[in-house]
């Protein structure tokens, strides 16, 4: 089994910046080679936002963060980041951390751990 807490969630304005941090505990040496961000806003499903290759550190976005979202990983310390720059209104959502071995690195379903999530609001 893996644990994956998240944290660094706030309220931030328009335009600003958070980091956000998932930690791994428990079985982690070969239980995934993908850690993910995805996001729930209310109403709305879980979509991706993130994801790295955690070997290699391939990285891969959603078309609506490319360039404003960074992610990354601390192998040492079993921690992946994320990276959030020019934050808008529609990036508020919960923020889940997920890891896995996915065929489909966007598919929400293709992960088996999942953190309980942070929540990221932006205001206007």
């Known amino acids: 089994q893996v644990q994956l807490v998240e944290s660094g969630g706030g309220l931030v304005q328009t335009g600003g910046s958070l980091r956000l941090s998932c930690a791994a505990s428990?079985?982690?040496?070969?239980?995934?080679?993908?850690m993910a961000w995805f996001r729930q806003a209310p109403g709305q499903e879980r979509v991706f936002v993130a994801a790295?290759?955690?070997?290699?550190?391939?990285?891969y976005y959603a078309d609506s963060v490319k360039g404003r979202f960074t992610i990354s990983r601390d192998s040492a310390k079993n921690t992946v980041y994320l990276q959030m720059n020019s934050l808008k209104p529609e990036d508020t959502a919960v923020y889940y951390c997920?890891?896995?071995?996915?065929?489909?690195?966007?598919?929400?379903?293709?992960?088996?751990?999942w953190g309980q999530g942070t929540q990221v609001t932006v205001s206007s």
């Open positions: 997920a890891a896995g071995i996915p065929s489909d690195y966007v598919r929400e379903r293709a992960y088996a751990y």
């Open positions: 428990g079985r982690t040496s070969s239980s995934y080679s993908i």
């Open positions: 790295t290759r955690w070997r290699v550190g391939n990285t």
